[in-house]
């Protein structure tokens, strides 16, 4: 039985190698979907192609296994409790429901996802402890993984570059609206702390912004702005207009 299971890891292990010379760190894992195994087979080799067909994603092990370096961090949607110290921000939210017997307690997170190179990704999860709720949103973020073109569509730079958004754009959650403008090389971002960390994710460089309604409330304002990210790929550029803003992807 042993020689049998090693074998099947080493061919496993073989064929993943053919597919990009990549390895998922858990060689036993096997792919349940189709798309999954289309993956650990080789066929599929990018993560735009999966992508640009708009295939449904139903296991976040595809994104590990297509893009490697993938970096992730977490929204500050909480705040600490307590009398002295309390309301530091934190990235877990404690919730409480009151019932006949006792307070229920529940936790609830917020993750992005992004390799730098504007691919990105954010979601919720909510559990009983705080890990599972940091698990379920990574899950959750992973599947939600957009592409997004970048461009440099402001008049002071004309650079022709992919540094900043090609376009205006504004996206809405709740009360909260937020608007992205391309900005000139060297501004950074003119953005809040959060919206900060899912600039740094995609891969936009610089970019300035304006965010109108309730802001308190953080998990609208990351939606919004993801909202805001994902209108990017409503818009259809003519080439002349792609060369112009230099839009890449
Ligand atoms: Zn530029």
């Avoid at 570059?161 to 754009?169: D, R, T």
């Avoid at 990017?232 to 792609?242: A, G, H, I, M, V």
Wanted: aromatic share 6%; charged share 25%.
């Amino acid at each position: 039985m042993e020689n049998k299971e090693q074998n099947e890891t080493s061919a496993a292990a073989e064929i993943a190698q053919d597919a990009g010379k990549r390895t998922y760190p858990e060689k036993t894992y096997t792919f349940k979907t189709e798309l999954g195994k289309q993956v650990q087979n080789g066929d599929i080799k990018d993560i735009d192609d999966i992508l640009n067909k708009h295939l449904k994603i139903l296991e976040p092990q595809i994104i590990d296994f297509l893009i490697p370096n993938l970096q992730s961090d977490f929204l500050y949607v909480g705040q600490s409790k307590g009398k002295l110290g309390g309301g530091k921000r934190r990235i877990v939210r404690n919730t409480q429901k009151v019932t006949a017997k006792a307070k229920r307690q529940h936790f609830s997170a917020m993750a992005v996802v992004g390799d730098g190179n504007g691919h990105v990704g954010i979601g919720k999860g909510r559990g009983l402890e705080s890990v599972v709720a940091k698990e379920k949103a990574l899950k959750t973020a992973k599947l939600n993984l957009i592409k997004i073109p970048r461009g440099c569509g402001s008049w002071e730079c004309a650079c022709h570059g992919g540094h900043s958004i090609p376009i205006k754009i504004s996206g809405k959650c709740g009360s909260t609206t937020v608007t992205l403008f391309p900005a000139p090389k060297g501004i950074s971002f003119c953005v809040m702390d959060d919206i900060k960390i899912i600039m740094k994710l995609s891969g936009i460089k610089d970019v300035w912004s304006m965010v109108q309604g309730q802001t308190h409330t953080r998990i609208n304002v990351g939606y919004a702005t993801f909202d805001a990210l994902k209108s990017l790929s409503y818009y259809r550029f003519f080439d002349r207009e792609k060369q112009n803003l230099g839009i890449k992807g």
